[in-house]
């Protein structure tokens, strides 16, 4: 049928047919962003109480905690609103405007005046930073690759184990504003890599894009995508922000999947905020004696 846009077997404009360097480079852009956003979530941890000393809050315990978990707070949007965008606008826009608001915001922490300042850039780029975690898979699944799955799970978690080790030295040989300048340089490089490199790889927009312009082209208005269930951008947003909730309730095996991934994440986010705490506040161990700490955390988490 001439009016149904679909794949063919052969199309190289589809995601699953491009060429095996193509695909490495997004795999490997996709990995290194997801490692960098994961490491920014424990980078200063061993460095609170510096913190808060430098910003006049020595007393101020709660807020010390709001320094590294305010990223994870803000990463709460990936998967409840930037995931859905991506259905919706595609993956490669919500990406680079993540990968660019992420690297904006880590700049931003190293240029905070005040504790407020701090943690709420520190929010905001823990929100542009879930693009990467929640995109991130759906590009790789776009390709179709099976074994990068491997390769980006351990990275990923390279990223939040090696974080606060290396957070910490650099704190005590330079300071924790550096540890957020290096992240912050390293996270615009990464922007203007994905800025440049990322393609479209979401398989419905690339059909509506294809038929949107044979309609232009040929005149004829009744060619769609074959993948096209006549639903407005605004209903397909909607579903996709139901659908894992529908799943979580309405399901007993991803209801317990979400509930013990849940109550594990939450395990570690403690650890991750009160060790650098515990050992700077009441024992007065410098950042890089409090990074040595986490290396049973790091193993653990390499291991596992």
């Known amino acids: ?29 996709v990995t290194t962003m997801t490692a960098l956003v994961r490491f920014n979530i424990g980078m200063i941890a061993p460095s609170q109480m510096r ?10 315990h709660v807020l010390a905690g709001l320094v590294v978990s305010g990223f994870v707070l803000g990463q709460t949007a990936g998967p409840v609103l930037m995931e859905p965008l991506s259905e919706v606008l595609g993956r490669r826009a919500v990406y680079i405007v993540g990968a660019i608001g992420f690297s904006l915001c880590t700049v931003g922490c190293w ?5 407020t300042s701090l943690i709420v850039f520190r929010c905001i780029a823990g929100t542009f930073g879930s693009c990467a975690l929640a995109i991130g898979p759906r590009i790789l699944n776009d390709l179709t690759q099976a074994e990068p799955s491997i390769v980006y799970s351990f990275c990923g978690i390279l990223g939040f184990a090696i974080g606060p080790v290396i957070g910490g030295h650099l704190a005590d040989a330079l300071d924790w504003h550096m540890v957020c300048l290096i992240s912050g340089v390293a996270a615009t490089v990464m ?4 800025t440049f490199l990322v393609q479209e790889t ?7 894009w294809e ?20 639903l407005t951008p605004g209903a397909r947003f909607r579903r996709s922000i139901v659908r894992p909730f529908a799943a979580m309730i309405l399901t007993l095996r991803s209801f317990i999947y979400m509930a ?13 905020t009160t060790i650098g705490y515990v050992f700077a506040a009441l024992l007065s161990e410098p950042p890089d004696r409090i ?14």
């Open 291 to 304: 990074a040595l700490i986490y290396v049973g955390f790091s193993a653990g988490c390499l291991v596992g």
């Open 191 to 194: 922007a203007l890599a994905v």
């Open 202 to 208: 979401y398989g419905p927009l690339l059909l509506q």
């Open 111 to 115: 240029l905070a005046w005040s504790l």
């Open 260 to 272: 013990v991934g849940a109550l594990a994440y939450g395990f570690l986010l403690v650890v991750l």
């Open 211 to 230: 038929a949107e312009r044979r309609r232009r082209e040929s005149g004829n208005p009744h060619i769609r995508s074959a993948l096209d269930r006549g």
């Open 51 to 60: 913190i808060m000393s430098d910003f006049g809050a020595d007393n101020r």
């Open 1 to 29: 049928n001439g009016s149904i846009v679909e794949w063919q077997p052969d199309d190289p404009k589809n995601p699953h047919n491009w060429p095996r360097s193509r695909k490495n480079i997004h795999l490997f852009l």
